[in-house]
């Protein structure tokens, strides 16, 4: 998880009490009290309410709630706290964290990481859980230079068949070539089935595929941008390979927090979980001709920039890795 939700979970006792009336459904459907800014947690000054992890409001996570604090109770006993992420990109949660025991090390972003330490066996490390199907890199290559609109929900992201009609007529309509990843369980209890006509329509702009090897994809020179369900493994894989996003945070855990962060970072679109076709079409548009489209390209390889200066030698991941070793592992 990103710095940001560890520093939401570590103050449980405090947003227990603020989120108590998102308990009941009148004040979870108000959009003015779900926008109020959580002024009372140093570090997360530029949250709502509604970017919280759902883990504190949400019954329907109770059971996964209960088994995140029975780890939460470790935190205090470990030695270190060592995150996949980098000071300049969560430096305001990271900085409100460093006075709270123990010590917490951002070696982030991993990618990057074992592509600097000259050690091959780190290669096969992976972080995909399904097989991946590479047949989309060889379509990427037939196409212009970011003009590939990449479309993933992430391995335990799901949505229901309503979900998946609006996302697939959107994407049609907004005319971009797309790459669309449908894994095993994206949909709720059933098999993803495409609405009649889709495939066709599309036939000339589009690619169905499986689980992709994300990364590659991200990184592909096609790509220009990617509809995201906003995992913070995909956040590091688009922060990483320089790509604007459009979030559509399912709800799950700590998507709202990511979708937030890539809002405020300049780098995402956010989009609402009841999803409308002609919402989808839009914000592609926006995202891949406007203006601001651009500034947000501009933005996410910017931000690119910083997070491979962060893991080269003197940068801050590459000292906070150095410091781990020498104050944790070795001491």
Known sequence: ??????????????????????????????DEYLDMPIDFIPGLRHMRLKDVPTFFWDRVYAQKHTAVWREMEKYTKASAIVVNTFDELEREALDAMKSIPPAIYPIGPLQFLEEEIPNKLLRTFG????????????????QEPNSVVYVSFGTSAVMTNDNLIEFAWGLANCKHPFLLVINPDLLIGKEAILPPGFTKDTADRAMISGWCPQEEVLCHSSTGGFLTHSGWSSTMDTI????????????????????RNAVLW???LEIDINVKRDKVEKMVRELMESDKGKEMKKKAMEWKKSAQESIKPGGSSYVNLDKLIQEVLLH
């Open 1 to 30: 998880m990103s710095a940001s939700v560890l520093h939401f979970f570590y103050h449980r006792q405090i947003l227990d009490k603020a989120l108590l009336k998102l308990k009941d459904k009148s004040y979870a459907a108000n």
């Open 127 to 142: 972080n995909n859980l399904l097989k991946e199907h590479t047949n989309c890199l060889e379509w990427l290559d037939s």
């Open 240 to 259: 990483s390979a320089g790509v604007p996003i459009i979030s559509w945070p399912s709800s799950f855990i700590d998507q709202v927090t990511n979708c």
């Open 266 to 268: 300049g780098t995402g």
